[in-house]
C-alpha cells in the first residue's frame, strides 16, 4: 500500500466525493521547502520557528528572521503558510526566555504566555514576518501556540493586527480551548489543532516520560471528543479548523479527523503520499461514519479497532 501511494500522482488532497482536504507540510527550517514541494505539500501548515532561536544564546535580529521567513515564503508563491510564533518553554527550554527553573514546565511560562512575558520578542516575530510578507506572494497566516483562554486570544489576535497580519488564528493544545473553541473562533481566524500537546494535556501524561508514553495516543476518545468540538465551533463559525500535529500523518486517524470537522491536515512531507491515497478511498459521509465509531470507544485501542471495521467493510 506505502509503495502504492508513493508511486500515485500528486494531486490535492480530497475525498472520494470530491471535498477538498488542502494537505500541508509541518517544517523545522526553510530548508526543507522544497522538498516538501515535490512531495506535494499544497502548503505549510506548520512552520516551526523555534530553530532560529534554540541554538542561539540571545535572540536572533529581526533582520536575521526576516530573511528565514522570506526563505520559506517564497518557496510557496500564492499559498497559504502558517507560521507559528515562538512555542518555547517545556519541551523547547530557551535560556534567554524560560530561566524560571519551573518543577513542571509543561504546566508553567511556556508558548504564548512567555513570549508574552518578553513582549519585545514577539513584537519582533511579527515584525519580521510582516517584513517577509511584503516581501513575498504566499498566503501568510500567522498562528500562536498554546493559547489556553478566551483572553490569550484576543490579545493574540489584536497584536498580530497592529502589524497588518491579515490571518491571525491559534492553536488548540490545551482541552480549555477545544472547549470553548466557539468563543475562541469567533475571535480568530482559525485554529489548528495540535495533537500532540492536546493528547499530553488532555491524558496528564507527559509527552517526554518514557513510563507514561502508552498514554500519548490521539486515538484516545478523549482527544477525538475534544476535536469534535473544534470541528463543530469550525462549522459552525466558518472558520478553518486545521490539523498540525503527528496525528495527521496516520492515514485511518485522518479520515477521522476529516469527519471531526478538521478542514486541513499538515505533517511530515513523508507522510503526504499514504494520506492522500487513503482519503482518495472515503466520502465524507464515510469519514464521518468512522469518527462516530471511535468517539463510541472507552479507549484508544478500541478506538483504532472500530475505526478499521467499519473501514473494511
Ligand atoms: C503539537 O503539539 O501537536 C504540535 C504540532 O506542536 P509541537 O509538537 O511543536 O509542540
Ligand atoms: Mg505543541
Known amino acids: 500500500d506505502r509503495e502504492e501511494a508513493a508511486s500515485a500522482p500528486i494531486t490535492p488532497g480530497a475525498l472520494a466525493d470530491g471535498t477538498a482536504v488542502p494537505l500541508l507540510a509541518n517544517l523545522g527550517s526553510p530548508d526543507g521547502a522544497a522538498d516538501a514541494v515535490k512531495l506535494g505539500a499544497e502548503g505549510v501548515g506548520l512552520f516551526r520557528t523555534e530553530f532560529l532561536f534554540l541554538s542561539a544564546s540571545q535572540a536572533p535580529t529581526?533582520?536575521?528572521?526576516?530573511?528565514?521567513?522570506?526563505?520559506?515564503?517564497?518557496?510557496?508563491?500564492?499559498k497559504k503558510v502558517v507560521v507559528r510564533t515562538l512555542d518555547a518553554g517545556a519541551d523547547k527550554p530557551l535560556p534567554f526566555l524560560n530561566d524560571a527553573h519551573e518543577e513542571n514546565p509543561a504546566l508553567g511560562l511556556r508558548g504564548l504566555r512567555a513570549l508574552r512575558a518578553s513582549e519585545d520578542i514577539l513584537r519582533e516575530q511579527l515584525t519580521a514576518l510582516a517584513e517577509a510578507d511584503a516581501a513575498t506572494s504566499a498566503d501568510l497566516w500567522v498562528m500562536a501556540p498554546?493559547?489556553?483562554?478566551?483572553?490569550?486570544?484576543?490579545?493574540?489576535?489584536?497584536?498580530?493586527?497592529?502589524?497588518?497580519?491579515?490571518?491571525?488564528?491559534?492553536?488548540?493544545?490545551?482541552?480549555?480551548?477545544?472547549?470553548?473553541?466557539?468563543?475562541?473562533?469567533?475571535?480568530?481566524?482559525?485554529?489548528?489543532?495540535?495533537?500532540?500537546?492536546?493528547?499530553?494535556?488532555?491524558?496528564?501524561?507527559?509527552?517526554?516520560?518514557?513510563?507514561?508514553?502508552?498514554?500519548?495516543?490521539?486515538?484516545?476518545?478523549?482527544?477525538?471528543?475534544?476535536?469534535?468540538?473544534?470541528?463543530?465551533?469550525?462549522?459552525?463559525?466558518?472558520?478553518?479548523?486545521?490539523?498540525?500535529?503527528?496525528?495527521?500523518?496516520?492515514?485511518?486517524?485522518?479520515?477521522?479527523?476529516?469527519?471531526?470537522?478538521?478542514?486541513?491536515?499538515?505533517?511530515?512531507?513523508?507522510?503526504?503520499?499514504?494520506?492522500?491515497?487513503?482519503?482518495?478511498?472515503?466520502?465524507?459521509?464515510?469519514?464521518?461514519?468512522?469518527?462516530?465509531?471511535?468517539?463510541?470507544?472507552?479507549?484508544?485501542?478500541?478506538?483504532?479497532?472500530?475505526?478499521?471495521?467499519?473501514v473494511s467493510h
Open 62 to 78: 529581526v533582520e536575521q528572521q526576516r530573511e528565514a521567513y522570506t526563505k520559506l515564503l517564497a518557496a510557496f508563491p500564492g
Open 146 to 310: 498554546m493559547v489556553s483562554t478566551v483572553e490569550e486570544t484576543e490579545y493574540f489576535v489584536a497584536l498580530a493586527k497592529e502589524y497588518a497580519i491579515k490571518t491571525a488564528g491559534v492553536m488548540v493544545e490545551v482541552p480549555s480551548s477545544a472547549l470553548l473553541a466557539d468563543h475562541i473562533l469567533a475571535r480568530a481566524d482559525f485554529a489548528s489543532i495540535g495533537t500532540n500537546d492536546l493528547t499530553q494535556y488532555t491524558l496528564a501524561a507527559d509527552r517526554l516520560l518514557g513510563s507514561v508514553s502508552s498514554f500519548q495516543d490521539p486515538w484516545h476518545p478523549a482527544v477525538l471528543r475534544l476535536v469534535r468540538e473544534v470541528g463543530a465551533a469550525g462549522r459552525s463559525t466558518g472558520k478553518p479548523v486545521g490539523i498540525c500535529g503527528e496525528a495527521a500523518a496516520d492515514p485511518l486517524l485522518a479520515v477521522v479527523l476529516v469527519g471531526l470537522g478538521a478542514t486541513s491536515l499538515s505533517m511530515a512531507p513523508t507522510a503526504l503520499a499514504d494520506v492522500r491515497a487513503t482519503l482518495l478511498k472515503y466520502t465524507f459521509d464515510d469519514a464521518q461514519r468512522v469518527a462516530e465509531a471511535a468517539l463510541t470507544a472507552t479507549d484508544a485501542a478500541s478506538a483504532r479497532a472500530n475505526a478499521q471495521a467499519i
